[in-house]
Every structure is written in structure tokens, then in C-alpha cells.
């Protein structure tokens, strides 16, 4: 099992940063990718960015590429989404997530942090 608790969210001005964290807990040797997603109101569940344990790759969804970066403590088994430049369009709850090794999809989830961006 992997636990994984979100923090950071709230509320932000238009073209202003906030920095979501991660922390995971359990089974992390297990890790394999870590990733980011959101789901705004109405609207599906979107792909954020994933970062690959090893060897280390972050991906980023097109749109989100430029003004969020991913990042990660090893020792803290904590990661991390530095959102700059925000939008309204960003305003959704952000989730963590864990896909384990074997794995072919995400199969553990945080309980989501929201972050709503005013204009």
C-alpha cells in the first residue's frame, strides 16, 4: 500500500504561483511513477505531469508545459508541482498519484487538494 497526502492548495490571483506537495508513505520502494492530475468542475479527470522514478523523466501535459514544473525530495518522499502563472482555467482539485511497479496505470490516489484561480 501507498498513501499519499496532497497540501498547498487555495486561493490565488490570476498569473500568481502556488507550489502543491505530495507526501508519500507505505510501500514507496514500489514506486514507479509519480504524477499529478485535475479535475475541474463538470469536466473530466486531466493528466497534469508524471515524473518516472527511475531512471528520472518528467512529462508534462502540452498546456502546462513553460508554466508548471515537477519536482521531488527523495529524502522527504515528497513531490512536488510549482504552478507559476496561473489561470482560471487552472481553478480545479489537483490529485497525486502513485502507479507501483507492474503496474500499467495509477492505482493509488491522494484526496485531492483544490485550487481555485480568481481573474
Known amino acids: 500500500q501507498v498513501q499519499l497526502v496532497e497540501s498547498g492548495g487555495g486561493l490565488v490571483q490570476a498569473g500568481g504561483s502556488l507550489r502543491l506537495s505530495c507526501a508519500a508513505s507505505?510501500?514507496?520502494?514500489?514506486?514507479?511513477?509519480m504524477g499529478w492530475f485535475r479535475q475541474a468542475p463538470g469536466k473530466e479527470r486531466e493528466f497534469v505531469a508524471q515524473?518516472?522514478?527511475?531512471?528520472?523523466?518528467?512529462s508534462y501535459a502540452e498546456s502546462m508545459k513553460g508554466r508548471f514544473t515537477m519536482s521531488r525530495d527523495y529524502a522527504k518522499n515528497t513531490v512536488y508541482l510549482q504552478m507559476n502563472s496561473l489561470k482560471p482555467e487552472d481553478t480545479a482539485v489537483y490529485y497525486c498519484?502513485?502507479?507501483?511497479?507492474?503496474?500499467?496505470?495509477?492505482?493509488?490516489w491522494g484526496q485531492g487538494t483544490q485550487v481555485t484561480v480568481s481573474s
Open positions: 507505505g510501500r514507496t520502494l514500489s514506486t514507479d511513477y
Open positions: 498519484a502513485a502507479q507501483t511497479l507492474g503496474e500499467s496505470t495509477y492505482n493509488y
Open positions: 515524473m518516472r522514478w527511475n531512471p528520472v523523466y518528467t
